[in-house]
């Protein structure tokens, strides 16, 4: 797309001048929506920048990028001390490439609670509680003026509808919902259409391996002293991932081994019932679960959680909270 020549790169490299504009690894759609819009505000406001992701796109961010004609960003292997970049949708350093602490950081954007990243000068940090890294940057460009491009305001849009879950989860806020209104008629969408199209992408994973599965969305805890991978797979048709589930449960058990942690749980989130299954891996992901929520894994090595939809607000303090109990 025209609008974006100037921010993106088709080479992963980040020895170019100005900025480099990432989130998480294993990026998911707020993360390299974010990443191409801070990018375009920090060249409105005459900061050079590019964006790039840390990982493959997912269907439904692939679907996001092809709806709105936007370039898919280019690949970032790593970063090093020569490097200026602008961390969003994280400040995890276990989620972001390995030389980041050796990075000069510019900036943070972000929705999560602090998680360790630092800088050996001042920086500008701007958290929020609000749903989604998107969400956080559109207020920014309200508050300077900056008025988004239709391509702009649907990467906005499209992070926000993403993060929630079209306003289901737990981390949305009213004003997260007013932005999704305005950015809609910016962006010249059907926010209930536009939302459609993104559910129907995310469910659309048949053409994907159980470790694939697995690590399409997934982030890295310390949990009561444990390394815990918690994966979380949002769709509109849990069925079909839950009838592998002795594959998946196979594939855990090596990842588990593959990248010496203590587990690896996995969670389905069927978003139109509202629920979660947590699918068991070990007798140890077994007891934690079955402590956070009180609740009894079946025979099979499954539980149905209602209403947990959300890995940040809902599955994480719940476990932390078990485990603290352990201690």
Not at 298 to 315: C, F, N, T
Request: hydrophobic share 45%; net charge negative; aromatic share 4%.
């Amino acid at each position: 797309m025209k609008l974006f020549a100037w921010c993106l790169l088709p080479v992963a490299s980040a020895s170019s001048p100005g900025l480099s504009v990432f989130g998480h690894k294993v990026p998911d759609t707020d993360t390299v929506t974010a990443a191409l819009v801070y990018a375009w505000e920090l060249n409105a406001r005459n900061i050079s920048a590019t964006a790039y992701r840390l990982g493959e796109l997912n269907p439904e961010t692939d679907f996001v990028l092809k709806r709105l004609g936007v370039a898919v960003p280019p690949l970032l292997a790593d970063v090093s001390a020569k490097d200026a970049v602008a961390v969003v949708d994280t400040n995890n350093p276990q989620e972001l490439p390995e030389g980041i602490l050796k990075a000069s950081i510019h900036s943070i954007v972000d929705h999560h609670k602090l998680s360790g990243l630092s800088n050996a000068e001042p920086l500008e940090v701007d958290m929020r509680p609000l749903c989604s890294a998107t969400s956080i940057l559109y207020a920014r460009s309200k508050l300077r003026g900056l008025a988004p491009p239709k391509d702009v305001a649907g990467l906005m849009l499209a992070g926000i509808l993403s993060d929630s879950l079209e306003f289901r989860s737990p981390t949305t806020t009213e004003l997260d919902k007013v932005h999704a209104a305005e950015l809609g008629k910016l962006a010249g969408l059907d926010v209930h259409e536009f939302a459609e199209g993104m559910l129907e992408a995310k469910a659309n994973v048949d053409h994907l391996s159980p470790s694939e599965l697995i690590m399409m969305d997934t982030k890295i805890f310390t949990i009561g002293g444990k390394k815990l991978r918690v994966s979380v797979m949002e769709t509109t048709k849990a069925a079909g991932p839950l009838a592998k589930k002795d594959e998946l449960v196979a594939a855990m058990q090596k990842l588990t081994l593959d990248e010496k942690l203590d587990d690896v749980l996995f969670f389905v989130v069927d978003i139109l019932k509202e629920a979660a299954t947590f699918i068991s891996s070990s007798a140890t992901a077994t007891r934690l679960v079955e402590k956070a929520w009180g609740v009894k894994v079946d025979a099979e090595g499954l539980v149905v959680l209602p209403g947990v939809l959300s890995r940040k607000k809902q599955i994480i303090p719940k476990l932390e909270a078990a485990a603290k109990e352990e201690l």
